[in-house]
């Protein structure tokens, strides 16, 4: 039985409510890029994809690669 929480900065929690649909890491990159326009585009699809892979290696959602 899991109990962990996990706290999500605001980056974060906008991956976590694009992924409640399958989306491509593409299309949340570039739509996190238009919510947070003073992140660098580059910063954003490091981040990204950083919280997706742990996401993912914690079991907390399926990838399709």
Not at 1 to 18: E, K, S
Not at 50 to 63: E, M, P, Q, T, V
């Amino acid at each position: 039985d899991n109990q962990t929480v996990f706290h999500l900065n605001q980056l974060g929690a906008a991956v976590w409510h694009l992924i409640a649909e399958p989306t491509a890491v593409d299309q949340i990159v570039a739509i996190v890029q238009q919510a947070f326009p003073d992140i660098a585009p580059e910063q954003v699809e490091t981040d990204v994809t950083k919280l997706i892979d742990d996401l993912h290696s914690r079991g907390l959602i399926n990838r399709k690669d």
